[in-house]
């Protein structure tokens, strides 16, 4: 029996795969994440917050433009943080990187280990694995303008000021940045799902703190997980999502700061309206179900033995399917 034992009284069999197959299933689960800045982050390209004008919401003449929260701002932290607990463990054997397995980020992916099985890599020639966990550009319910801030920097001496030997450092300079209490309504899917794979990455969006640049001073985020939905096809877009719940708040999209409460209310609320709309079968669990099944999750996750317990079931499946698919398909190619 799996670390974690989710109850089919609460996920219907069938949702989850016993292993990662070689070919597609239609087997999806969907993270419904509302995120919430909580202080002043720098999601940015080129030395510009990114942005795109759109519709403000579904039901709306009007356009708005919003900032762009892309994937990778939203994925590669996350991903970070799976790889950081991988290295807590030992999976990874980060202690010896001169061994053939040693798995470096961007460097040199081992291939087998759960990062690399469930969010994919690419090594030139040497193969690649598509990634499961699809993440798309998140944008912000409130507009632009009253989304960001723009403020002067400076770099000091040792003593504290900009000056030294009475010259002036010229080190100034300004940067915007987003404020806080901003939202990105987002959707994180996982493909030809199984139980590990599905807390694996939970666990990472719920222990992620920090996003985009300069993450060491700012770059808080809060990852409010409002459902889950299990469906056997791909579900609503981000954008769509963003504007639905626009069109929800009503008058209070009009207070800035937006309440919490009410973003997160209105998010739960659109829900089945929008995945009626998919054209898939879908179990979607928020509210109650959703607190047991999280409880169930961060019973494992929260608890340092059940933990490493959990990731080393999780290494096993993925060098299981590592070695069943992504190594014998490269053995083949080499012949």
């Known amino acids: ?59 709306s003449d009007n356009s708005l433009i919003r900032l762009a929260m892309f994937k990778r701002k939203q994925s590669s932290p996350e991903r970070l943080t799976g790889r950081e607990l991988l290295h807590r463990v030992n999976i990874t054997q ?14 040199t992916f081992c291939g087998s280990c759960p990062d690399c099985v469930y969010y994919g890599f690419a090594i030139g020639d040497a193969g690649s694995e598509k990634s499961k966990v699809y993440v798309d550009t998140a944008y912000s319910i409130t507009g632009y303008d009253e989304s960001h801030q723009q403020f002067s920097f400076n770099a000091l001496y040792e003593k504290g000021n900009m000056s030294q030997h009475g010259d002036v450092r010229s080190g100034f300079g300004e940067q915007d940045h ?38 060491t001073r700012t ?8 459902g889950v939905v ?24 009009n207070e800035i700061p937006l309440n919490p409460t009410k973003v997160l209310q209105t998010a739960q609320n659109t829900l089945s309206v929008l995945l009626e709309d998919d054209g898939v079968t879908y179990h979607l669990l928020n509210r109650e179900n959703l607190k047991q099944l ?41 012949k």
């Open 94 to 107: 980060n202690e010896d990187s001169s061994g053939d397995d040693y798995c470096d980020y961007n460097e």
């Open 219 to 226: 770059g808080r985020l809060s990852n409010h997980i409002v």
């Open 1 to 59: 029996m799996p670390i974690i034992d989710l109850s089919k009284d609460l996920v219907p069999e069938g949702c989850f795969l016993n292993q990662i197959p070689k070919a597609p299933t239609g087997h999806y689960a969907h993270l419904i994440v509302v995120r919430e800045t909580e202080s002043f982050p720098v999601f940015q390209t080129d030395g510009t917050l990114n942005i795109a004008k759109v519709s403000a919401g579904l039901h």
């Open 294 to 334: 999280l409880g169930i999750v961060k019973a494992v996750t929260t608890d340092a033995e059940k933990l490493q317990l959990f990731l080393q079931e999780a290494n096993t499946e993925a060098q299981e399917y590592a070695a069943r698919v992504i190594q014998k398909a490269s053995n083949k190619k080499q």
């Open 178 to 215: 987003i404020v806080p209490q901003v939202f990105f309504p987002s959707v994180i899917t996982i493909k030809d799902v199984t139980v590990y794979s599905f807390a694996y990455v939970l666990n990472n969006v719920l222990r992620t703190k920090r996003y985009g640049a300069q993450t």
């Open 230 to 253: 299990f469906a056997d096809g791909e579900i609503f877009s981000n954008l769509k999502f963003t504007q639905a719940i626009h069109d929800g708040l009503g008058d209070d999209k």
